[in-house]
């Protein structure tokens, strides 16, 4: 890579594709379609990238798997990032001291996506303080992220900022059906479990709880009994494509947003909003702060809540429907991919000497 470029360095087990891509990816790509930097912008990463609208580079030959090299990625970015002028980590710290090691001219910024307190390399306040001497920038994707990362710690140049993820407005337009909607991995820190044992309980006639998301720790399996009492007002369509969340997300009244944890982001909650479904959300990490008055918020595991929150929901056209045009709202002023990119872009043109 030649002066001038920019590099976005992806976790190295990050899935980049059309039908699967990982949400640290798919804001890489909506930062780089959306960047006035875009004809500069390289992605690298590990995977496959089916995607033709951003420049990415496939690092392979890196592996060792005889021995496990934590640094070995770090190498293979820096041997290909070669003379760019500015490196951006996304959610790695390790990568990016190993980065900083390795490739000393550029400018190093670091992207976290997730709570730094619980992340290898920044758990301890010594590893969170050495951070911030090693990169130039560190852009937090809420103020709950950037306040977990300076608990305890001084940023005399302030290079902790606040950048808040955003999405593309406009996408698929539907006629809205009597769906409640989650999308994402169905783990159990996203509370799959309290949202699914929640809708039975709240004895929606004529409505159906729709899932899509991969299950990787078989989750579902462990719910035979509420699914079986829900029958046919359930359905899970397993992993879908990006563009298939978003379609179920514009066809859908309500979305649940029910993490049981510290949500640094909530980028699916951000989609609900901009698609037009009524939020239910808990009251957890960055979820909060992102969807402002938007949102009805249950305590995180509160099944019963959970459940008031969603009959509300369901038989108040009059409160759903304001709380849908809420969501709408928030979206297009504070998470617009164009305001959101043009944030980013003003933090590059600081490290690159242009502001």
Request: net charge positive.
């Amino acid at each position: 890579m030649s002066a001038g470029r920019i590099a976005v360095v992806l976790p190295s087990r990050e899935t980049f594709t059309r039908q699967k891509s990982g949400a640290v990816a798919l804001c890489a790509r909506d930062f780089a379609r959306f960047s006035r930097y875009a004809a500069q912008i390289d992605i690298l990463g590990a995977g496959d990238c089916d995607y033709g609208d951003v420049s990415y580079r496939r690092l392979e030959g890196w592996r060792r798997w005889l021995r496990r090299d934590r640094d070995a990625y770090a190498r293979a970015v820096a041997a290909e990032v070669g003379v760019c002028a500015l490196v951006e980590v996304q959610n790695r710290p390790l990568t990016a001291l190993a980065l900083r090691r390795a490739h000393g001219g550029a400018k190093l910024a670091l992207h976290l996506h997730n709570d730094p307190q619980t992340m290898d390399g920044s758990r301890r306040l010594s590893e969170r303080a050495r951070l911030i001497e090693a990169c130039d920038a560190i852009y937090c994707v809420s103020d709950f992220v950037r306040r977990r990362l300076l608990e305890g710690l001084a940023d005399p140049a302030d290079k902790a900022v606040t950048i808040h993820n955003g999405v593309v407005l406009g996408g698929p337009s539907a006629a809205k059906e009597p769906i409640v909607a989650f999308t994402g991995r169905i783990i159990a820190a996203k509370g799959v479990a309290e949202l699914v044992r929640a809708f039975a309980a709240a004895g929606l006639e004529g409505w159906r709880l729709v899932i899509a998301g991969g299950d990787p720790d078989g989750l579902l399996r462990g719910l035979r009994r509420e699914r079986a009492a829900l029958g046919d007002r359930f359905g899970w369509l397993g992993q879908v494509s990006h563009a298939e969340a978003l379609a179920l997300l514009g066809r859908a009244e309500i979305a649940a947003a029910p993490s049981v944890w510290d949500e640094p982001f909530g980028r699916a909650a951000v989609e609900a909003m901009a698609a037009g479904a009524a939020l239910a959300a808990s009251r957890r990490g960055a979820l909060p702060e992102v969807c402002g008055e938007a949102a009805v918020f249950v305590e995180p595991g509160d099944v019963r809540g959970f459940a008031a929150a969603l009959r509300r929901l369901a038989g108040d056209e009059t409160y759903r429907r304001r709380l849908q045009a809420a969501g709408r709202a928030r979206a297009a002023a504070a998470f617009a991919i164009e305001r959101t990119a043009a944030r980013l872009d003003a933090a590059r043109a600081g490290l690159l000497g242009e502001a």
